[in-house]
């Protein structure tokens, strides 16, 4: 103790101060009174500090301080979990900024400013995974609207547009977003929204987000991008004309496979109210801990993409090379056939890679099974290697037929290259394909 009397509204008012709770109503002499008595303590020189939200800084830095000022309170200089359901009021029907932890929560709202910041939007929001957050971006519509979406995309993704929200009214319209001919075609009067992934998941095709974002301006419709499996340290669609940008964190925001959760971002402020209105009225939030690891893969998030960059386009050259190996699909090949847009919209080509493997099933299950450092297991954009077979994992919920038409074959394989040595990583798939 510094010997400053410590009334807890002191201490309530330090904290809250930092969330710019309006104490216009609640100040009282009794309040300020001992706030003078410590005018030099350690706590006001922390509140003096300027914060750095004032600066303009670059990815690296804003992934490492945007939100994330050190606490006021008591100078941690990580955000502090807020491990609470709800928060004390001062009278009946005086609300604070927190009330209670759906609606919001501090450390969850360190983690929304630090995803606006990273996708330079206006109003960043946690949800409790990237479904969640897809579900409540579709939650924007009314009963009766149509979608158009793109045709490669998580097979999570298809199956609650096409099992779950289609049973609520909305119609869904699929097509290849490589073409915008062929989206402005599938655009209907009743159009409100067009959904794109990029790069594709599994298949790694790349869309043009800003010519896909004109023609949605062009019909009134929003236009969202799912920005999962470049994160925003490559490709920040809101610059590219996309309205709302969505992301599963569990994947390279987290960054190290520990936790499920999802983001959406937007730089309209009616687009943002509507959705914080949804995030609070559906209520698929994330917990505080989960926050707080997003937080802390975020702080990382620049170097680990620029190794998984880098190790990713090592894989490719290699697969490229074995002669089991039919086809390879990754944006960082001079032959992948939207190469002009991938340098265009992209600052990187990230870590996800697919290919096709000669032979049938047998010959993929040989290979998966034959790998000690790359994992078989679902999902990605974690510091370690992950592989999995689409056909009958992530995207086994698209039937068969459909899976086949869209050119998943029953042959490709999928990879999440980590961050591993990347010789190790090579050797690991030299002893798989040895025995095939
Ligand atoms: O798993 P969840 O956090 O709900 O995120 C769903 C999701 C959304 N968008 C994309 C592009 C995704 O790849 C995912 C999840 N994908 C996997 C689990 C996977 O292995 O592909």
């Not at 309006?22 to 009174?33: D, E, M, W, Y």
């Not at 402005?184 to 987000?209: G, H, Q, S, Y």
């Not at 297991?377 to 086949?404: D, F």
Request: aromatic share 6%; hydrophobic share 35%.
């Amino acid at each position: 103790m510094n010997g400053c009397s410590r009334s807890p509204w002191i201490h309530l008012r330090t904290v809250l101060d930092r969330y710019h709770f309006s104490f216009k109503r609640l100040n009282t002499p009794r309040v300020n009174a001992p706030m003078k008595r410590c005018k030099s303590s350690r706590k006001d020189m922390l509140n003096q500090r300027p914060l750095a939200r004032h600066i303009i800084m670059r990815f690296s830095t804003k992934a490492i301080h945007a939100g994330q000022d050190p606490d006021p309170a008591t100078g941690s200089v990580t955000v502090p979990v807020y491990l609470t359901s709800t928060y004390m009021q001062v009278k009946p029907g005086r609300e604070g900024k927190y009330v209670y932890s759906r609606t919001a929560n501090p450390t969850r709202n360190a983690l929304e400013q630090s995803l606006a910041a990273l996708e330079d939007g206006k109003v960043g929001l946690a949800f409790s995974s990237g479904l969640a957050a897809t579900t409540t971006v579709l939650m924007l519509l009314q009963k009766g609207d149509h979608v158009v979406a793109g045709d490669d995309i998580y097979g999570g993704t298809y199956r609650l547009f096409d099992q779950v929200l289609r049973n609520y009214g909305l119609q869904f319209t699929y097509v290849d977003p490589r073409s915008p001919d062929k989206v402005e075609k599938a655009v209907r009067k009743n159009t409100k929204l067009i959904w794109i992934e990029t790069p594709t998941n599994p298949l790694m095709r790349v869309v043009d987000i800003r010519a896909i974002s004109k023609i949605a301006k062009k019909n009134h419709a929003m236009i969202v991008v799912d920005n999962t499996f470049a994160s925003p340290y490559l490709q920040n669609p809101l610059k590219l004309g996309a309205d709302i940008s969505v992301h599963s964190t569990t994947k390279y925001l987290g960054g190290h496979s520990d936790l499920i959760g999802g983001a959406a971002i937007t730089a309209d402020a009616d687009t943002g109210k509507r959705l914080k209105f949804l995030q609070n009225a559906v209520g698929a939030v994330p917990g505080p801990l989960d926050c707080w690891l997003v937080l802390r893969g975020i702080k990382t998030l620049a170097v680990r993409m620029d190794r998984h960059n880098s190790n990713a386009k090592q894989i490719s050259e290699f697969l490229l090379k074995q002669p089991k190996v039919d086809q390879v699909y990754y944006p960082g090949l001079s032959d992948h056939p939207q190469r002009d847009i991938v340098k265009r919209q992209m600052r990187g080509y990230g870590g996800m890679l697919s290919f096709e493997l000669k032979g049938g099933f047998r010959e993929c299950e040989k290979l998966l099974t034959k790998l000690s450092i790359f994992t078989l297991a679902e999902s990605l954009g974690g510091v370690e290697s992950l592989i999995e077979h689409p056909a009958s994992m992530t995207h086994a919920s698209i039937p068969r037929q459909r899976r086949l038409e869209k050119g998943i074959k029953d042959t490709l394989i999928r990879m999440s290259v980590g961050i591993e040595d990347v010789e190790d990583l090579v050797e690991d798939l030299r002893r798989g394909f040895k025995g095939l």
